[in-house]
């Protein structure tokens, strides 16, 4: 049996519960389910929290899941409290009163007389009550008078026989007089002065005397209704009043509340009328047409043509909703615009880059040179580059004059910094060849070192090394924009480092020498060392709430819309979710299977996007990224090590496969001797005259 799709909420309200239950049954008949467990199972993860309450109290004391209650059990008893019993005989009372409303046409009038009857139970006899119902109730006596002509004890006179005949009277009717009015002409009783003068060289104008036939001009009918009917047919679709207003007439969710309005009944009580109660006070009926306040309620036959009107100019789906408001409404209508905005190709394909999704700080590690992050930068007047490490807990920054940027320069410099701080547990970067190829992989294998990288084309991902880096080049580019020889840059950015290190810095409240070595060098200011681990905890909050706020949940098999950075490709092609690789980052499988490394702000949503996560699915517990290798042009298969396959038993990134102790969670402040001398405050000595 191939699984189930994801249930869909049932909310009271919003969806009927008689088509609820009909589409479960078509699915479980679709997918060969049988076993009641399951069937049962499905039910109750479909309900939404409002419609489970209910279910629980109609259980008491029992609980749903209990195993005394069916799948059978729970629908009966749902159907029974949402769908009373409605009176027999008010439904047969507003059935034998039906008859033919002024403007309404005969097969108009013929699906209301079965509407009404379809809750009589008439049984075997509803073809004959419906038959007799719709000749009384038509409003041409012509039209009557011809079906009464037949004998209505046989058999082939039917609804639909009478149907037949109705529809042909009328359109006989309808071309005769338009025969009337188009093709005869007009024969008008005019009496002409008679003439009084002849000029000798003037000739009389016989023909102005000639006397016209009083017979109308022969015409063929049938070519006038078949010219007409061409004209009708091939007429392209105009959307106006006249159209909703034949519409809502055997609409069968518009028709009761506009007979409800008229008569000044209650509303009906099935669950699909909730939004139209809720507004009970507000609507009103103008010319058969059902209004709220100054918008039009479109029928359901219409609303895909109205919605394909409205998205002709490929508008965004905030804008077709401002548009829409001012003019139309029906119950789902903000929805059903969302869903046309997302399945348009045309608008996925060159819609912008995604809002920046929720903030994802990186886990704050509490033991300093715990995780690190590396980047090259370059090159600086035209020759110099730049190797920039950072601490992710002390914000300890080391800066290298590099001659290139390549995994060997790299390894030279972390095997100088590992020989004065020692080994790290991770170390992050960004997708670049130098982090990515096989000697920087099996250096960082060799040490037992997680490797994690970011998605390409999102620096975002490797945050701290960005900003590393771009701490360090102000500090280079105001060095030689205040005069200084590039000669001479070196000792200027160790300058800059040595009292960046012993400033306080404003995510730790305290200063990355103090935290990295547990002590405070000599300098030229003493400065006072405040806890930092909770100010650290206000600052990410500070970020996340600053940050983005585009908060959708993906899930492996999603279908969504990956941005692609070749080059002459549409900016987005249609994939799915391969795996999560971690909070924000996924592994895309496009359609012509290249599997993409892409942080959420590179993926649209493929359907309606899901703003809450799916209570079904079992979140994955990852603190951040997996080691990914994959460029925008890399194939499925990748020859990345299996350094970052490795799993993580401490803050902020994946372990080795070795155990590791854990570090503890918070850092104790050292305390620092005085160095300065202790003075005493003498009281001081006034002048007191003799």
Known sequence: MPPLPPPVQFQLGKSSWKLFTKRTNSLFLTYSV??????????????????YNLLHSLCVPKEPEHPDYTFENLIAALTAHLRPVRSLFSARQNFYRATQSEGETVPE???????????CEFGKELDVVCRDIFIMGLRNER???????????????????????????????????????DFNNCQVKQEYPSCSYIRDDNCADFLSRITWSKGAVETDPGNATTYLNYVNENSPFRLDWRSIQRETRTDVELAPVVSAIQRGDKMPSDDRFAPYKRREHELTVDKSCLMWGYRVVVPSKL?????????ETHMGATKMKSHARS???????????????????????????????????????STVWTRLHIDFFGPVNQKINYFVLEDATSKWIEAFQVPSTTASVAIEKLQEIFARFGLPRAITSDGAKCFTGTEFSEFLQLYGIVHLRGPPFHPQSNGFGESAVKIVKRSVQKALASGLKPT??????????????????????????????KKKPMTFFD????????????????????????????????????RDYRFGQPKWIKGHIQDVLGDQTFLVKTHDNNLWSRHLDQLWPGSP????????????????????????????????????????????????SQAIEKSPTTSTPISTPQRRTTRKIRKPLRFEPR
Not at 303 to 311: C, D, T
Not at 331 to 342: F, G, Q, W, Y
Not at 489 to 515: C, E, K
């Open 34 to 51: 049988t076993d009641p467990v399951v069937k049962k199972n499905y039910l109750l993860a479909s309900l939404g929290d409002d419609v």
């Open 109 to 119: 009038f013929s699906a209301r007389v079965r509407q009404l009857a379809s809750e």
């Open 143 to 181: 039209v009557k008078d011809r079906l009464f002509e037949e004998d209505p004890t046989k058999a082939d006179f039917t609804l639909q026989r009478a149907i037949e005949i109705a529809v042909a009277k009328e359109a006989v009717a309808n071309e005769s007089r338009a025969s009337t009015s």
């Open 303 to 311: 609303r895909s043509s109205v919605l394909s009107k409205l998205h």
């Open 327 to 365: 003019f139309f409404w029906w119950p789902s209508l903000d929805r059903d615009i969302e869903s046309v905005a997302a399945r348009c190709e045309t608008c996925c394909k060159f819609r912008s880059t995604p809002p920046p999704s929720v903030l994802k700080p990186w886990p704050w590690p």
């Open 488 to 517: 001479n840059l070196s000792r200027a950015v160790n300058n800059f480092l040595f009292q960046y290190r012993n400033t306080v810095h404003a995510a730790i409240m305290d200063t990355p020498a103090g935290l990295l070595l």
């Open 527 to 562: 400065l006072m060392i405040p806890s930092s681990e909770s100010v650290v905890l206000e600052r990410q909050a500070s970020m996340v709430k600053n940050g983005g706020h585009r908060q959708v949940f993906l899930y492996p098999n999603d279908l969504v819309w990956v």
């Open 609 to 656: 996007r899901k703003t809450a996560p799916d209570p079904n699915v079992s979140q994955p517990n990852l603190q951040s990224p997996k080691e990914t290798s994959q460029t925008p042009n890399e194939k499925s298969k990748n020859t990345a090590t299996s350094t970052a396959e490795s799993s993580a038993d401490f803050q902020g990134f994946s372990p080795p």
